[in-house]
């Protein structure tokens, strides 16, 4: 039984993903019937057939291209429904509860929404990230502690909100505000600063890294929103063994 509610999280993913790359770019273009409009090609807006919007298979199927004009489809798709999958089935091996199962699969796919749509367009869209800090504040309730939700989200919007003050919007944007107080409704207090950490260590090394390789310079901009969720990520799944692991070693 487990291996089939194994599975199904890993479709249910898929799906999700499949979801996810349609929903972004619509969002980005503003388009009408954002969520029930028929799915089109992007370039010669082409209506899908079912059999051309099977999560991944399709992609494969079709060798990467739209079936009417030939131009490539974009490997940012089938990779983001493959992720989300991965993601699913990881966090249902993770919880193997399928309530809560449910919730964290919210939280996580918003966190791909955040990742996929800041790096493509290194902006972030409130059309999910409003209801996402709702959702992440209500889901504390079931999953977390309340006081220590708010704490984390307060904390989150008091380090960038300062930064984006100091700066006037010049180190990072308005977004990243948000994106630290779904943050921190997620994650409560002390993953939320270990979160923090994570991400931007991942974000200097990759920085570092880009201009170590000269594919970008010291005036380049790089979004934040990506790290911020790898922090996310590490600080979800190994937060907790982290934190005793400190406490072990240097306050005992």
């Not at 489809?73 to 399928?98: H, K, R």
């Not at 920085?207 to 979800?236: C, E």
Request: glycine fraction near 12%.
């Amino acid at each position: 039984m487990m291996y089939l509610l194994f599975a199904g999280s890993m479709v249910l993913g898929l799906i999700m993903g499949s979801f996810l790359s349609m929903l972004i770019p619509r969002l980005h273009n503003d388009e009408k019937g954002i969520f029930f409009g028929r799915s089109h090609c992007s370039r010669c807006k082409h209506i899908l057939k079912w059999y051309e919007l099977i999560p991944l298979f399709s992609y494969l199927i079709q060798g990467g291209k739209c079936r009417s004009c030939k131009k490539s489809i974009g490997v940012v798709y089938p990779l983001t429904e493959l992720s989300t999958a991965i993601t699913f089935g990881v966090l249902f091996a993770y919880t193997m509860y399928w309530p809560e199962f449910i919730v964290y699969a919210i939280l996580f796919s918003i966190l791909i929404f955040i990742f996929v749509y800041d790096l493509r367009y290194q902006e972030i869209h409130d059309a999910v990230m409003l209801p996402g800090i709702f959702l992440a504040f209500a889901f504390s309730f079931l999953v977390g502690d309340p006081m220590s939700s708010l704490i984390g989200a307060g904390i989150g919007i008091a380090f960038f909100g300062i930064q984006w003050l100091i700066s006037r919007g010049r180190w990072i944007g308005s977004g990243d505000i948000r994106i630290g107080a779904f943050m921190g409704f997620m994650l409560g207090l002390e993953l939320m600063i270990l979160a923090l950490i994570f991400g931007y260590i991942i974000g200097s090394v990759v920085g570092i890294g880009l201009l170590l390789s000269k594919k970008a310079d010291r005036k380049s901009s790089l979004p934040l929103g990506p790290f911020l969720v790898l922090g996310t990520v590490v600080a979800f799944f190994w937060g907790q063994n982290l934190i005793e692991w400190y406490l072990l070693m240097f306050l005992t």
